[in-house]
């Protein structure tokens, strides 16, 4: 069965660098999003992609993260300058359409800015 | 989205039936009644969707009642791997994102 995949499954970072996290969505879905969830605390929706651009974005979604769709297979999120509060489990996942599909999600990954 | 209500926490043991309620009475009729579900740290897995009618997959079954205000979700034989938490979501359909509650801690017992 196809699956969402994420790398790396655990990122450690210093505050204040550059990190990349990735994902390969399942082949032939369109719609891509990112989701993170703090410890402890409810999953949060961050941004959607589709076509090569942002559909909709969040409040956290801001200038410090950007979203990317490199290549046919991988969609990245970049946060530029890591802090503290960015600590959290960052989940990928894709749709095959947007209006009433469900949205598949990789097993994350785990983001701890030190 | 209309906000959902579920109970924060729910036991059921192996091999009956668990029914999750969900509160969703400010529902408006574009809008579909979908259930995720998380085990552990895991990312999030779909379970059913409907918007009026009863639905029923391989996972569950999903009971809207008439006036839409509330649904239930039923899984017909829990099984220790049920254990998890439940997340009932209103999504409108021009809507991309999911947006999640506390959702319902479903613990199997054996």
């Known amino acids: 069965e196809p699956e969402v995949t994420q790398t790396p499954s655990h990122q450690v970072t210093q505050m204040g660098q550059e990190v990349i996290l990735r994902c390969v969505p399942i082949?032939?879905?369109?719609?891509f999003y990112w989701y993170r969830q703090i410890l402890g605390q409810k999953v949060e929706f961050l941004v959607s992609f589709y076509n090569n651009e942002i559909s909709e974005k969040s409040e956290i979604f801001d200038d410090q993260f950007s979203v990317e769709r490199p290549d046919g297979s991988n969609f990245t999120l970049k946060i530029r300058s890591t802090k503290l509060e960015d600590s959290a489990m960052y989940f990928c996942?894709?749709?095959?359409?947007?209006?009433?599909?469900?949205?598949?999600f990789g097993p994350g990954t785990r983001l701890t800015v030190l | 989205d209309a906000k959902t209500t579920q109970p924060p926490s729910m036991d059921c043991a192996e091999g009956r039936a668990a029914n999750l309620p969900c509160n969703h009475s400010?529902?408006?009729?574009?809008?579909?009644v979908y259930w995720y579900r998380q085990i552990h740290s895991q990312g999030p897995q779909y379970i059913i969707h409907g918007l009026k009618n009863n639905e029923t997959n391989e996972m569950a079954s999903l009971i809207i009642t008439e006036d839409r205000k509330s649904s239930t979700l039923i899984l017909p034989h829990a099984t220790l791997r049920d254990t998890a938490v439940y997340y009932c979501i209103v999504v409108r359909g021009s809507n991309y994102k999911l947006t999640f509650g506390k959702g319902t801690l479903l613990t199997v017992n054996p």
């Open positions: 082949s032939n879905h369109l719609y």
């Open positions: 996942a894709s749709s095959e359409g947007a209006i009433y599909n469900e949205q598949f």
């Open positions: 400010t529902i408006s009729g574009n809008e579909y």
